[in-house]
Each structure stands twice: as structure tokens, then as C-alpha cells.
């Protein structure tokens, strides 16, 4: 089942990057998949905080958006 709440949906967004050991992840919910893409460049700055252009350039690049789906087992 998508994972929904008020009007929203859960988008998990992942960037594997050479420069970090571990996948980033981060969850966010927004209107739409195009809302997340638009709005990467600031939701990165938010959540690392003081990162270089070339890191951020990379991220952004390398990021993959997924919907979020979960079943009650």
C-alpha cells in the first residue's frame, strides 16, 4: 500500500556516491516525485549541513526516488 497523508506521499530518496561509504537516504513527503526532484538541491543543504558544491553536484546526480509502499504483516 503507497503511503499516504494529507494530500502527500512518501518518497524515499537515495544517492550512492564514489566519495561515501554508505547509501544516503532520506524520506520525504511531498506531492510528487517532480516536487522532490525540484526541491533536492535544498533538502540536501538542509539535512548535511555545510557540503562543497562538488559533493552536492554529486549527490544530486546520483539520486534515485523511489515511492514508498508498506504492508502490516
Same mark, same amino acid.
Given at each position: 500500500?503507497?503511503?499516504?497523508?494529507?494530500?502527500?506521499?512518501?518518497?524515499?530518496?537515495?544517492?550512492?556516491?564514489?566519495?561515501?561509504?554508505?547509501?544516503?537516504?532520506?524520506?520525504?513527503?511531498?506531492?510528487?516525485? &517532480?516536487?522532490?526532484?525540484?526541491?533536492?538541491?535544498?533538502?540536501?543543504?538542509?539535512?548535511?549541513?555545510?557540503?562543497?558544491?562538488?559533493?552536492?553536484?554529486?549527490?544530486?546526480?546520483? &539520486?534515485?526516488?523511489?515511492?514508498?509502499?508498506?504492508?502490516?504483516?
Amino acid at each position: 500500500m503507497k503511503q499516504e497523508k494529507d494530500g502527500k506521499t512518501l518518497y524515499h530518496v537515495q544517492s550512492i556516491t564514489e566519495w561515501h561509504d554508505d547509501p544516503y537516504d532520506m524520506f520525504v513527503w511531498a506531492q510528487s516525485e &517532480s516536487d522532490v526532484t525540484k526541491k533536492l538541491k535544498k533538502l540536501y543543504k538542509e539535512d548535511c549541513g555545510d557540503i562543497d558544491n562538488t559533493e552536492l553536484k554529486d549527490l544530486i546526480e546520483n &539520486s534515485n526516488i523511489y515511492t514508498v509502499y508498506a504492508e502490516e504483516v
